[in-house]
């Protein structure tokens, strides 16, 4: 750890383990502060494993106006792109022209808008289809003749989050999973937080200069009971929900869809055999833990997409939901869709008040995660001073240091070291665990080398690498967040792998990831 100007035991201590704290952890470790993160449940549990798994521009931003956050995030897309290619991948997206709604020339305008505003390198720009020869139309109603295909990204969203806490952790930043920061207060210009372990009812007392609260949707909420604020009230939660579905195309590309409510859908390739369709935009109130669909979610995305599939969705053909809640900053928009995305840091005491420094952080896009953080880091150097320069720009995260056309080879190499894993296994563990599938499976030379099955293509040696270096402490963990094995294993399979787990964390096996 840094040595410490005063006697804080950290710099930093953070509260929340989704992809604002993640990623503000790891920038600023990097640049030689001492950090604590506090994640009350799973890295990634709240709002940032709920998304629609997208890095992207936001097209439909650009219609309230948002053209710095658009910016933004276009500028992000290949810099993200670059240095997590096996998580993260281009994807195309064709918006049918839909003739009772925006007209040709507004999308026309708005896609060439977009493609120029970011610095666009990599990505294909815009194109027109015809929709009645491309193969993008043979799902889709007759009716649709014209379409727009253009770029953006694809990401596994919970483990952006995942990696960024492992690099962090890499270079000496704390990380805890279920640990509850319960109270903080100020004290000889420092704070003391008192953390628990919410496996293990330990108490624990920590002293750091200053307080970051990434606490997402539950920012209010550590204001007011953890920091005593009593009267918070600075975001507007926003449910969105998902359904997956059977795959409804065979083409590798997505669709967004304009509804008659001005509101947009998109329909996208999920897990290789399925297709995710979402989201919703509702104002949500209580615990955001207890976020879900509701019926009429459900008709919505349904109906809305039925309006475009020629072959109409059935309520039958969903094999799974989700729906998390957003923390928007509360701008007084009317509706929760026209609610600003961007993010808003306030700061707190500290230079500009008494005691030490608490900065908040309300909204925020998993695109902008890395740019959050940048922003986050000047106000820190603001008050604690600056240590070194920025990094993360060109900083691959663990096991994305190839190049973004590499993927094919690191496959090959997969296969070539372990020729008895099938090619669906190699691709899905290159694709979570880019280079470190080296670590994830050791000298295995056959299948019995990797123990224990647990189901679908899931063996013991990988689940002891995520318990091991991931934080992952039970089966809802590994099969929805740090995989989505939780889409083929059965219900019985996921039950004995949370025995199994709870057998292995009851003799305390040493982990590297703390």
């Known amino acids: 750890m840094t040595a410490q100007s005063s006697s804080a035991d950290y710099d930093l201590l953070i509260i929340g383990g989704g992809i604002n704290g993640a990623g503000i952890a790891r920038d600023a470790v990097g640049r030689g502060y001492s950090v604590c993160l506090a994640e009350m449940k799973d890295l990634a549990s709240g709002t940032s494993s709920w998304s629609t798994k997208l890095i992207h521009g936001g097209l439909r931003y650009l219609e309230h106006y948002e053209f710095r956050l658009v910016r933004e995030a276009l500028t992000e897309r290949e810099i993200l792109w670059a240095n997590a290619p096996h998580i993260i991948r281009p994807l195309r997206f064709v918006l049918p022209h839909h003739k009772g709604l925006r007209p040709r020339w507004l999308l026309r305008l708005g896609l060439f808008i977009y493609d120029h505003l970011g610095g666009r390198k990599r990505l294909p720009a815009t194109r027109t289809l015809n929709l009645r020869t491309d193969p993008a139309g043979k799902p889709l109603k007759p009716g649709f003749v014209t379409g727009f295909e253009y770029s953006d990204c694809w990401v596994d969203d919970a483990r952006l989050v995942a990696l960024n806490a492992r690099d962090a952790a890499d270079r000496g930043a704390e990380i805890n999973t279920r640990v509850r920061v319960v109270s903080a207060r100020r004290e000889d210009g420092i704070w003391k937080a008192e953390l628990k372990n919410e496996r293990t009812g330990e108490l624990r007392e920590v002293s750091a200069r200053m307080i970051i609260n990434a606490a997402g949707p539950w920012v209010d909420h550590v204001l007011n009971a953890a920091l005593g604020k009593n009267k918070a009230a600075n975001v507007r939660l926003v449910k969105g929900s998902h359904i997956v579905l059977r795959r409804l195309f065979e083409h590798d590309r997505a669709y967004i869809f304009q509804n008659a409510d001005g509101r947009i859908i998109f329909a996208i390739p999920y897990e290789r055999d399925f297709t995710l369709v979402g989201t919703t935009d509702e104002d949500f109130s209580g615990d955001p833990a207890g976020a879900a669909i509701s019926q009429a979610e459900t008709d919505y995305l349904i109906g809305a997409a039925s309006e475009y599939f020629e072959r109409p969705l059935k309520h039958e053909d969903i094999v799974w939901t989700y729906s998390g809640v957003r923390p928007l900053y509360d701008d007084g928009a009317s509706k929760a869709q026209e609610a600003t995305r961007d993010y808003v840091l306030k700061v707190e005491g500290g230079k500009a008040g008494e005691g030490a420094p608490v900065l908040n952080?309300?909204?925020?896009?998993?695109?902008?995660?890395?740019?959050?953080?940048?922003?986050?880091?000047?106000?820190?150097?603001?008050?604690?001073?600056?240590?070194?320069?920025?990094?993360?720009?060109?900083?691959?995260?663990?096991?994305?240091?190839?190049?973004?056309?590499?993927?094919?080879?690191?496959?090959?190499?997969?296969?070539?070291?372990?020729?008895?894993?099938?090619?669906?296994?190699?691709?899905?563990?290159?694709?979570?665990?880019?280079?470190?599938?080296?670590?994830?499976?050791?000298?295995?030379?056959?299948?019995?080398?990797?123990?224990?099955?647990?189901?679908?293509?899931?063996?013991?040696?990988?689940l002891k690498y995520l318990m091991e270096n991931e934080w992952a402490r039970t089966a809802e963990d590994v099969l929805w967040r740090r995989t989505k094995l939780g889409l083929e294993l059965k219900p019985e399979e996921a039950a004995e792998l949370d025995r199994f787990m709870a057998e292995v964390l009851g003799g305390n096996v040493p982990s590297s990831a703390g």
Not at 362 to 384: C, H, Q
Not at 392 to 412: C, H, S
Not at 423 to 435: D, I
């Open 361 to 462: 952080i309300f909204g925020g896009k998993i695109t902008t995660y890395r740019r959050l953080a940048l922003s986050v880091l000047e106000k820190i150097e603001a008050e604690l001073g600056a240590r070194k320069p920025s990094w993360t720009r060109k900083a691959p995260l663990p096991g994305g240091d190839f190049a973004v056309d590499e993927v094919p080879a690191q496959i090959e190499m997969l296969r070539q070291a372990h020729p008895f894993l099938a090619m669906r296994h190699a691709e899905r563990l290159v694709r979570l665990y880019g280079t470190k599938w080296r670590q994830v499976l050791g000298s295995a030379t056959r299948e019995a080398d990797l123990g224990r099955r647990f189901g679908s293509d899931l063996y013991e040696i990988e």
